[in-house]
């Protein structure tokens, strides 16, 4: 196993779009925070902390771009043939894959959220709280691990992105017009987006339609869902 994290970190490391793939996670998420937290004053009318990192709404986009291309630019040069030949334990490859996409989305991730939550304890006096914020940090990494999974199973960068944005962005959307709050509850309760960001919440936990950890649990869900899904589809499918 060593041998394939060593080969797939050798093309992570060479390709010019990672490097610009982990800034733009950590800026991006930075960035918003502090551009959101400068235009409001307190007492905010909503959670401080939810509103501090709101910028993982942007680096999320980022990071599931970033890991669906990891394996689906493998799958538009062709060159996923040469790394299934130089490696037969397909699985083997998407877990060192997983593993070294968490590890750069992680550290990437960390340093956008500390810097966001220094721009709102700056501006809004907001209070360190572990939670929110390791979590939005997990957050991250899980998103992007879906989209690693979902590029995997369609084989495509562009319907993995298509797909986890959807999710992420259009599926709240929509969750929001629906007339019932119990269905409208429940569908927040397993909608990856909606459960995974109850992370961040700092105040109104009871209002919640899912609590933090176990919000975080259900994306992890998704996540491992499309990882196991992608598992199998390349080890019982041709490249």
């Known amino acids: 196993m060593t041998d394939v994290v060593r080969a797939e970190w050798t093309k992570l490391r060479t390709s010019p ?9 950590a800026v991006g998420t930075a960035a918003l925070s502090a551009l959101a937290v400068t235009t409001v004053r307190c007492p905010c ?10 910028g ?16 689906g630019g493998e799958y538009a040069t062709g060159m ?17 894959k997983a593993l070294l996409v968490s590890g ?3 550290g990437a991730g960390a340093v956008g959220v500390v810097a966001a939550w220094a721009a ?48 992420l962005y259009v599926a709240p959307i929509v969750i929001g017009t629906v007339g019932d709050p119990d269905w409208k509850r429940h569908l927040r309760q397993w909608g990856p987006a909606d459960a995974g960001l109850a992370i961040q919440a700092s105040t109104g936990l009871d209002s919640l339609p899912i609590q933090p950890w176990a919000g975080l649990g259900v994306l992890g869900l998704w996540a491992g869902a499309a990882l196991l899904a992608g598992a199998v589809s390349v080890s019982r499918r041709d490249t």
Do not use: C, E, K, N
């Open 17 to 25: 779009a990672t490097v610009w793939a982990v800034l733009a996670v």
């Open 45 to 54: 009318a909503g959670d401080p902390m939810t509103l501090t990192l709101v």
């Open 56 to 71: 993982v709404q942007l680096g999320q986009a980022v990071a599931a771009v970033f890991a669906a291309g990891v394996i």
């Open 80 to 96: 996923i043939g040469v790394t299934f030949a130089a490696t037969p334990r397909r699985p083997a490859v998407l877990a060192a």
């Open 104 to 106: 750069l989305v992680g």
């Open 120 to 167: 709102g304890h700056a501006a809004l006096d907001t209070g360190f709280a572990a939670r929110p914020v390791f979590g939005s940090v997990l957050y991250l990494v899980l998103v992007a691990l879906l989209g690693l999974g979902a590029a995997t199973l369609t084989r495509s960068s562009a319907a993995a992105i298509g797909l986890v944005l959807a999710l």
